[in-house]
Nanobody, 123 residues
Framework: QVQLAESGGELVRAGGSLILSCKLS????????MAWFRQAPGKEREFVAS????????LVAASVKGRFAISRDNALNTAFLYMKTLKPEDTAVYLC????????????????WGQGTQVTVSP
């Protein structure tokens, strides 16, 4: 069994920066692809960024490209989402996902999910 725990979300002003963390625990002997999604009230879950199990391959959504970046530290079993120049439309619950097989933009393909961390960007 795998557990994901996100942290780092908070209230920030527009133009500010945040770093989100996602700690993977449980079957850490296995390697997992990891990703970040976000979901705003009344909206569908949206892909933000993904990173392969080795960390060699990353993908960032066009909507946040140039402002967000993803990385991981496998020694810590943790993935990070670096967010800068935040906008009010970035306000959402940010969820971490992991899967052994898929590194993809499609949420249903991920087998494990965290509870999410709230990011609120004020104007």
């Amino acid at each position: 069994q795998v557990q994901l725990a996100e942290s780092g979300g908070e209230l920030v002003r527009a133009g500010g920066s945040l770093i989100l963390s996602c700690k993977l625990s449980g079957r850490t002997s296995m390697r997992y692809h990891m990703a970040w999604f976000r979901q705003a009230p009344g909206k569908e879950r949206e892909f933000v960024a993904s990173i392969s199990s080795s960390g060699d391959s990353t993908l960032v959504a066009a909507s946040v490209k140039g402002r967000f970046a993803i990385s991981r530290d496998n020694a810590l079993n943790t993935a990070f989402l670096y967010m800068k120049t935040l906008k009010p439309e970035d306000t959402a619950v940010y969820l971490c996902a992991a899967d052994m097989v898929y590194s993809d933009t499609r949420a249903p393909l991920y087998g494990y999910w965290g509870q999410g961390t709230q990011v609120t960007v004020s104007p």
